[in-house]
């Protein structure tokens, strides 16, 4: 498994931007599929991106034009860029780890709060 360290969030308001890292450790950085997910009050956790093996991003609909997910290999660190926070987009978020491409993500962050203030 891989350990993370996540790290941003916080509380702003509807239009605003904000940074979450996640930092891994024990393996490869640059061999692990990175990913994020978040889950609001009283709803399922729900997929937000993923930052495969080669540079390739998947994104939910929802926060599509909205959100950039990247990753500094050098860094062992995943980000998560969001602008124009949306009232919606409160929820905790989580970094999620998995080796390779396929099959579940083995390991995950703690979780850190986002809230937007409409």
């Known amino acids: 498994q891989v350990q993370l360290v996540q790290s941003g969030g916080g509380l702003v308001q509807a239009g605003d931007s904000l940074t979450l890292s996640c930092a891994a450790s024990?393996?490869?950085?640059?061999?692990?599929?990175m990913a994020w997910f978040r889950q609001a009050p009283a709803k399922e956790r729900e997929f937000v991106a993923v930052?495969?093996?080669?540079?390739?991003?998947s994104y939910a609909d929802s926060v599509k034009g909205r959100f950039t997910i990247s990753r500094d290999n050098a860094k062992n660190t995943a980000y998560l860029q969001m602008s124009s926070l949306k009232p919606e987009d409160t929820a905790v978020y989580y970094c999620?780890?998995?080796?390779?491409?396929?099959?579940?993500?083995?390991?995950w962050g703690p979780g850190t709060q986002v809230t937007v203030s409409s």
């Open positions: 999620a780890a998995k080796p390779g491409l396929l099959g579940q993500y083995d390991s």
């Open positions: 024990g393996r490869t950085f640059s061999r692990i599929t």
């Open positions: 930052s495969r093996i080669g540079g390739t991003a």
